[in-house]
């Protein structure tokens, strides 16, 4: 399928080795939302959760960020990338609507083999790039399981022509209410959902959702995937705007591959 048949081998251009993070697997536990008395705003009064209240504390990484002025980076190596076609197994976990990833598949960050466990949605995008939101982010989360660090792609979609891959993923309809769940023999590959993987951001971040951990390093796809807008609302209608505020960068730098500098000055 796509890119990347099975068992096929994809490589992105990055170095980094420490863990990295995901920002959707807080489905369990004490509930949280993205407005109100639970939203973002108040996550850090729930005991565990007070990193989420750091973005400006010294040292803190905090995601998402404005992506902008990255640091063009000609030493960025290789990222090996497997990944294998998974059944359809889509679960709204009352947050976001999530694609469970059969074993198999994974990334290998210096030398050491990440799983992919699922990849899942936001709207809006939550990153913006130099100002400005896209108007949905699928995030793929893989997981060392030695360290239990976390290593997210994370991919923006603008509004245009419709998603080849989004069509496949929705074939048999999303799950509308929490706790439904899409499950057929169906098969999706995520290798269908990345625009050009040699081509990304890369900075040192945290969870998105609680408890916010700083325990990520996120890989964002320069290029940006098209959705139509028929397709948008049927993600919309049912997560709604899922995304959390953006965080102060406080002084981390982002790389970029060398093709793809941001010299902006906004």
């Known amino acids: 399928m796509g890119i990347m048949g099975k068992s096929t081998n994809v490589f992105i251009a990055l170095t980094m080795v420490a863990g990295l993070a995901s920002s959707a697997s807080a489905a369990d536990g004490p509930s949280f939302a993205y407005s109100g008395d639970t939203g973002p705003g108040f996550w850090s009064e729930t005991p565990g959760w007070e990193t989420c209240a ?32 998974t059944e359809l197994h889509l679960i709204n976990n009352g947050h976001t ?23 899942h949605f936001h709207t809006q995008s939550e990153h913006a790039v130099r100002g400005k939101r896209g108007v949905m982010e699928l995030h793929a989360v893989f997981r060392d399981a030695m360290s239990g660090d976390l290593a997210v792609v994370g991919v923006l979609y603008k509004l245009g022509k419709k998603s080849e891959f989004l069509a496949d993923l929705m074939a048999e309809g999303l799950p509308e209410k929490a706790g439904d769940t899409v499950i057929s023999h ?81």
Request: a negative charge; one cysteine or more; hydrophobic letters at 30%.
């Open 54 to 85: 750091r973005s400006t504390e010294p040292g803190a990484r905090q995601t998402p960020i404005n992506i902008r002025k990255a640091t063009e980076d000609d030493s960025l190596g290789p990222l090996q990338l497997t990944l294998l076609d």
């Open 186 to 266: 169906h098969e999706v590959n995520l290798s269908d959902a990345l625009t050009d993987a040699g081509s990304y951001y890369t900075y040192p971040g945290s969870l998105t959702t609680p408890p916010c951990s700083e325990i990520v390093t996120w890989f964002v796809l320069t290029e940006q995937a098209t959705m139509s807008q028929a397709q948008f609302k049927s993600f919309n209608n049912i997560m709604g705007n899922n995304f959390r505020p953006l965080q102060a960068r406080n002084n981390r730098t982002v790389r970029v591959t060398a093709s793809d500098d941001d010299d902006d000055d906004d």
């Open 97 to 119: 609507i999530e694609q469970e990833y059969e074993t198999g598949s994974s990334l290998n960050v210096g030398g050491a083999p990440f799983d992919l466990l699922q990849f």
